[in-house]
């Protein structure tokens, strides 16, 4: 079982910035895929980031509304897991959760959650 504890959220001006950090319990390079997600009040939770490590590659990838403005990127040293979020607007205010993959068969399935942490931008 993994345990993810998010921190670094907070409320924020419009085109402020925030930091997310995600402490994991395992190595991180034992997971098929880490990840952020978010969920904003009366939506669905949608994937925001991951990253994934196989081998010496690791693959970045993000969602449009994302792209350009957050940098997702690991600590293997610490097992920690971060978002910086730059140029941040009102409808990036959601709760983020960090998630971990776990292998199944062939498939990396999101297996594991965090407890979230609350950004909010006016």
């Known amino acids: 079982h993994v345990q993810l504890v998010e921190s670094g959220g907070g409320s924020v001006q419009d085109g402020g910035s925030l930091k997310l950090s995600c402490v994991a319990s395992v190595d991180i390079s034992s997971t098929c895929r880490m990840g952020w997600y978010r969920q904003a009040p009366g939506k669905e939770r949608e994937i925001v980031s991951s990253?994934?490590?196989?081998?010496?590659?690791?693959?970045?990838g993000y969602v449009d509304p994302a792209r350009g403005r957050f940098t997702i990127s690991q600590d293997k040293a610490t097992n920690t897991l971060y978002l910086q979020m730059n140029s941040l607007k009102s409808e990036d205010t959601a709760m983020y959760f960090c998630?971990?993959?776990?292998?199944?068969?062939?498939?990396?399935?999101?297996?594991?959650w965090g407890q979230g942490t609350q950004v909010t931008v006016s």
């Open positions: 990253i994934s490590n196989v081998g010496k590659t690791t693959t970045r």
């Open positions: 998630a971990a993959g776990r292998r199944e068969g062939t498939r990396c399935e999101w297996a594991f």
